[in-house]
């Protein structure tokens, strides 16, 4: 705690001090700031260090425009902003929960009260004893634009707790249309205020004669330019920079959240935690954990961005739970699903997906899908002959291969043997060598081709049958499908109504995932499903006959029982055909997974293992690539809420 | 001086005044608003912020004028990344003077370079006490909180625990 000694009161980093009271913490953002931390602390009672950091982390100024700022002071004004929620235009811009304050510009207690009389956060700012002015300390803004309208925020509101007229809005429109930071208008406005605070004899303050004149001293120097000049700040600013200040708090909130943390993954995130209470609160925001959540939710496809959004943003708002908590929930329902259901709910079930977006895509034009068809089939036999042509390509090399072999070794043999003859000199010897590397290299080659041909060909015979039988058949699958669709589609495209049904695709889901999970079972599934649609078609077709007649009556009366028995007739034909073709789909796709099943669903390799995944792995190798982060071990999940305390079930294969 | 590339004089907060082509100085985002809302590249631009004095300064427009030669130059990436992982290697206080210079002149880039150093430092240390004493950072929890710390958290002060 320190007293200046002096009598004159001073300001600095969120701290006014003055002989008479103490040191005392001014209530910081002067317009915005995030709901208070302490509030049953007396601020007297806080050491400087933690009040400095107290102050960072209320502070949580952000880049705000100038129509921002105006809109946020009208609703201040007319809601008395308190812990009011932004309209929409502006989530996400400013923080959710935050007041608007009018800073007091009085040493005197009575006048105080009185400037605020009218705010409901009086109760608040009462008691904080908070004199003084604050000039630069304006937000931790983003960039100097930002801070410039921060400021010009902080003056018009101030302007209107002394005179109780509102004239910034007006002012607004000015500097909207001027693009000016500092105008001419806002400097005489500073002027009058300024005249104002020293008239009541408040603390010391100078406007600027430079816009760039800056808070040379401020211990928070962000590109806060400055608004005030050098004196007027007190002198023992410097001091309270060398003595409070580590080297490590001059990186100031959100250079730390923004650029520092946001680069780290969960693990690291939670270590970080441990640190100190500063990083606590710095590593828990959720700026932080979105991305991590995200990441997660889509690695698990449980929900994309955008669900993610609609189902929790609204909550994590309005502060009932945060996206580090989901996360940690997330994560535990992943790991649980781990440890119910097994791997396969990790699987890198990508292909998956889009196989059946497309099949959700709800396209009935034939001749796309014909087109699609007729692309499967060319596809699979190019495929088939693609590895015809390998195996051929492979069988030459290995004749090749073989013919050096044999010649190497039975030439090596008739250079032996020609050794040994005991006649004809050494002509003799090398002619017997040759002639027998020629006999050696015609049977290796003779060999080697055939050994190789045979090889190939038996090696490239599963993937022959994959690709000209396998991928046909789904492309014929898939026609029959999409026909089958289009088919019990009819009656409904005919009489202009659209389908109420939608069961077929529940079956397209179920049947994918159970040919992941389960291969040798997929013709099994595909039958038993395919007989089951074939089952609710016919009897939907017939069940028809009735209800529509009916329901069509009740709704439009003799010419709805036309219609209705219309659709009825055209249906009653048109449902068995296609629950017909869903269960020829169904062979096709049987046999076709039966024999591709083996070849062709290799282990992803980017299929995701939490065991896996290097607790030290980090996040992103660069500070804005696209790299999503890792997750974090079981272990380190336990570390997600600290304030919760409740023991986290651990795996036995979590890393430590 | 060049009628196209003028020169244009920043003044340290440490009152030392350096000279830099305006293509150089116009890379921080602050410089080029200052140098525009004077209108005049005579002038003066003082560096108000604590961080800017000279020493980091230069240092930061080195930093400037190398990448505006490899901007020109259409250098490799290799070479790029070369000069900024050389760059980094600097001691704490100056890297974190040139994060804050950085953040006050907006040089994004810089900036970004600089923070990931730290980050990766932060990612180097094991534990929380490492990190603490990586970056000299005191421990301001109360010995109930570090209790309780211990308890939701063991593994970080037993490496044997799971």
């Known amino acids: 705690m320190v007293a200046s000694g002096r009598q004159k009161s001073s300001i600095h980093a969120g701290r006014f001090s003055d002989s008479a009271h103490g040191t005392r913490m001014i209530l910081d953002n002067p317009l915005l700031f995030y709901t208070r931390i302490d509030d049953d602390r007396e601020w007297k009672d806080l050491d400087v260090n933690r009040i400095f950091r107290l102050q960072c982390f209320r502070h949580g100024g952000i880049g705000r425009s100038v129509k921002t700022v105006q809109r946020l002071l009208e609703i201040a004004r007319t809601n008395q902003g308190y812990n009011l929620n932004p309209p929409l235009g502006l989530r996400g811009a400013v923080p959710w929960k935050f007041r608007v304050v009018t800073v007091p510009i009085t040493q005197d207690k009575e006048e105080e009260l009185r400037i605020f009389a009218s705010m409901k956060q009086l109760s608040d700012v009462s008691h904080a004893h908070c004199p003084g002015l604050p000039f630069w300390q304006v937000a931790g803004s983003n960039n100097l634009l930002h801070a410039r309208n921060d400021f010009i925020s902080l003056v018009a509101d101030l302007n209107y707790s002394l005179t109780g007229d509102r004239i910034s809005l007006a002012f607004y429109g000015d500097l909207e249309v001027e693009k000016a930071e500092f105008s001419r208008s806002v400097k005489e406005l500073l002027r009058v205020i300024a005249d104002e605070v020293k008239a009541r004899g408040l603390v010391h303050c100078e406007i600027s004669q430079s816009q760039q004149n800056g808070c040379s001293l401020s211990p928070n120097p962000s590109r806060l330019s400055g608004l005030d000049g050098q004196q007027f700040f007190p002198l023992d600013a410097e001091e309270y920079n060398v003595q409070y200040l580590n080297a490590f708090s001059v990186l100031w909130t959100d250079v730390m959240q923004l650029v520092v943390f946001i680069t780290l993954s969960p693990k690291l995130l939670l270590r970080c935690a441990q640190v100190c209470k500063a990083w606590s609160v710095l590593a828990s925001h959720d700026v932080l954990w979105i991305g991590h959540l995200n990441h997660l939710n889509q690695s698990l496809r449980i929900l994309d961005k955008n669900q993610l959004q609609a189902s929790v943003g609204k909550i994590v708002a309005d502060g009932l739970v945060t996206y580090k908590y989901l996360y940690k929930v997330t994560f535990l329902e992943a790991l649980r699903r781990k440890r119910e259901e097994g791997d396969h709910s990790f699987k890198d079930l990508s292909s998956l997906e889009r196989r059946l977006r497309l099949s959700e895509a709800g396209d009935h034009d034939m001749r796309r899908l014909m087109l699609r068809g007729l692309y499967g089939i060319t596809n699979g036999f190019r495929n088939g002959l693609k590895d015809i042509e390998d195996g051929i390509t492979f069988a030459g090399r290995d004749m090749r291969m073989g013919t050096i072999g044999g010649a190497l070794t039975v030439g090596t043999m008739a250079a032996k043997v020609g050794n040994k003859v005991p006649i004809g000199g050494q002509v003799a010897k090398r002619a017997c060598a040759v002639g027998g590397a020629v006999i050696g290299g015609l049977t290796g080659a003779l060999g080697g081709s055939i050994a190789g041909t045979i090889h190939k060909s038996a090696w490239q015979v599963p993937r022959f049958v994959s690709g000209c039988v396998a991928k046909p058949l789904h492309s014929l699958a898939d026609i029959l499908e999409e026909t089958a669709h289009a088919i019990n589609h009819a009656p409904e495209d005919m009489f202009g109504e659209l389908s109420d049904q939608n069961q077929s695709y529940a079956f397209t889901n179920g049947s994918e995932v159970g040919w992941m999970q389960d291969k040798n079972a997929a013709f099994v599934r595909e039958l038993d499903s395919g007989l089951k649609l074939f089952y609710a078609h016919v009897q939907k077709g017939f069940t028809g006959l009735y209800k529509h007649p009916h329901h069509g009556a009740q709704a439009e009366g003799i010419a709805g029982f036309a219609t209705g028995s219309g659709r009825a007739v055209a249906g009653c034909l048109c449902s068995p055909l296609a629950g017909s073709l869903f269960v020829g789909r169904a062979l096709a796709r049987g046999v076709a997974l039966t024999l591709e099943a083996p070849l062709a669903l290799p282990e992803a390799a980017d299929e995701l293992d939490f065991d896996e995944v290097h607790p030290d792995q980090e996040a992103r190798t660069s500070l804005h690539a696209s790299e999503e982060p890792p997750m974090p071990d079981a272990a380190g999940m336990d570390a997600l809420d600290v304030s919760v305390g409740k023991k986290i079930k651990k795996l036995p294969a979590a890393a430590g | ?162």
């Open chain 2, 1 to 162: 001086m060049s009628e196209a590339d003028p020169e244009i004089t920043l003044e340290t907060y440490d009152k030392h005044q350096i000279k830099i082509p305006k293509s150089i100085a116009t890379r921080s985002a602050i410089i080029n608003m200052m140098i525009e809302d004077t209108g005049d590249v005579n002038e003066v631009v003082p560096l108000a912020d604590k961080s800017c004095t000279l020493n980091i300064m230069n240092r930061v427009i080195e930093y400037l004028k190398k990448h505006a030669e490899f901007d020109n130059t259409g250098a490799d990436d290799e070479v790029i990344n070369e000069f900024d992982k050389e760059f980094q290697e600097q001691s704490d206080e100056i890297i974190f003077q040139t994060i804050l210079a950085a953040n006050f002149l907006d040089i994004k880039n810089l900036l970004e370079l600089m923070c990931k150093k730290v980050a990766d430092e932060i990612k180097k240390c094991k534990t929380p006490d490492d990190i603490r004493d990586r970056f000299n950072i005191r421990k301001d929890y109360t010995p109930e909180e570090v209790e309780e710390v211990k308890r939701a958290h063991p593994w970080i002060y037993d490496k044997n625990a799971k």
